[in-house]
C-alpha cells in the first residue's frame, strides 16, 4: 500500500522516492482501514487513463550514500513502475501463501505465483496434453 501511495504522489511531482514512503503501521494491523486504502488506491489507479503508463518519471536509487552526497536519481515511467510494484506484491502474496499453508489454509493455487510461472504451467500442461 506504502508503495503505491509513494508511486502515485510521485506521479503527481514527477519523482518517486520509495525510501520516504509513509509508514502507517495502522495498516498492518486493521483490516478495515487497509481495505479502505486499497478502495483509494484502486480509484486513484483508475483515474490515471490507460495512456498514462506512458509517463516518464524520476525514480530515486536506492543505494548506500555518504551523507554529503546528492541522491541519484533514473529515468522510468509510470508502466514501468507498476511492473515493478506488481512483482513486490506478488513477493509478498507468496509469503502469505506459506503462512497460510502452515496453517493449514490451502490458498487459491495462483496467489502468490508471478505471472511467468502461471504461463510456463499452462505451456507444460499443454504440452503434456
Partial sequence: IEFYR??????????????????????????E??????RALLDRLESLGRTAGDLEISVRVERPRARDTEPLW??????????????????HYALIRGELERSGVEPAEEFGVAPSTLEHWRGATLAAD
Fill in 33 to 38: 482501514a487497509a481495505a479502505e486504502a486499497i
Fill in 74 to 91: 533514473s529515468r522510468s515511467s509510470l508502466a514501468r513502475e507498476l511492473q515493478f510494484l506488481q512483482s513486490h506484491t506478488i513477493h
Fill in 6 to 31: 509513494c508511486l502515485l504522489d510521485g506521479v503527481d511531482t514527477g519523482r518517486v522516492d520509495y525510501t520516504q514512503r509513509p509508514r502507517e503501521e495502522r495498516l498492518e494491523r486493521d483490516r
